[in-house]
């Protein structure tokens, strides 16, 4: 009976260390980035990592001695509203870029109130959105790239944890990850666990920046364009569908209008645009309007000056730092 007990245990030992010894380097490695605070975050060259994360943890570790009064709202299209390009017009230097990837209205209300709760005044306020900001297709439970930081989403936090840990296992995510380790290089097998890109994060103010494209376009701006980036668009003007049908994302805007009013914000809403040139509809953009104010919304969706020409685009999601900046002139100054 001893014997057989002895023997039990040898083969679990046996046959489960590998996945004991994979647990653990979980921990060693960290490589999602999401166990300990980090100061700063590295180029995300071959890495995943979790944008909401970033955003929070570069908050709480800089709001202590700069208690930032200037925030910057959005999806990753929003990152090309640098902060230090904002600062020309609101005169703050430590403006905070609290984005996320896919942000929605439900992300960006949160963050604003985890930021009330915080103490910090809000001076100043940039949201941009998109036809996605109220059309919540992306998972935010599952996906380690969309998963919302549990320090404010109210998410439990071991289950936060407990979805990166089972990341690391999902489609032989760890054997990609020790391979980029050694290696330094993508390789196709990777495709869907990481991306080929080079992107930065400047410490304090967390702006966002894609610097692969810039590289690539500065190196050779008529073979980068030339590539197969682009679809060809429809000559008429297409519109979105309602989004904004919920009672939900009602009360969170106007509960956004409210802390803003609370806080005597200066804020700006902006619609930015889209390669699809598709048209906010209008009903969605008269009920923002509705909450925020006419002379506060403005719509640049749809077919116009920005959307017409590739040169002002990446690729088919993001614009380029100079329609933002054009942008921000517009809406600040003239």
Known sequence: MKKDFLRLVKNILLFGSPVLLLAVSYFIFDPFHVLKHYES???????????????????????????YRSFIFGSSRSSVFYT???????????????????????????????????????DNALIILDGESFNPYVDHDNSIIHI??????GENRFLYHLTFFKAFFKDLYFIKYFDTLISQEYKDYMY?????????????????????????????????????????????????PVYIDEEE?????????SLFDQKKTNYKIVFGPGYDQKKLHNEDLEKVKEIFGTDKVFDYTGQNKFTSSLSNFYEIYHYKPLVAREIMDSIYVK
């Open 41 to 67: 975050y590295p180029d995300n060259y071959l890495k995943s990592y979790n944008r909401n994360r970033i955003s929070t943890q570069i908050f709480l570790n800089n709001n202590d001695s700069l208690q």
């Open 84 to 122: 230090q390009d904002w600062a020309n017009y609101i005169k703050d230097e430590y403006a905070y870029h609290f984005d996320a990837s896919n942000e929605d209205i439900t992300g960006i209300y949160q963050k604003l109130m985890f930021i009330n709760e915080q103490g910090n005044p809000i």
């Open 148 to 153: 919302r930081d549990w320090r404010w989403s």
């Open 192 to 240: 869907g666990s990481f991306e080929n890109k080079h992107m930065l994060y400047t410490p304090i103010n967390n702006d966002f920046i894609f610097q692969g494209y810039i590289d690539q376009i500065k190196e050779d701006s008529l073979g980068y364009y030339s590539r197969d980036l682009f679809y060809e668009r429809d000559e008429q003007e297409e519109m979105n």
């Open 249 to 257: 994302e009602l009360r969170m805007l106007k509960e956004i209008k």
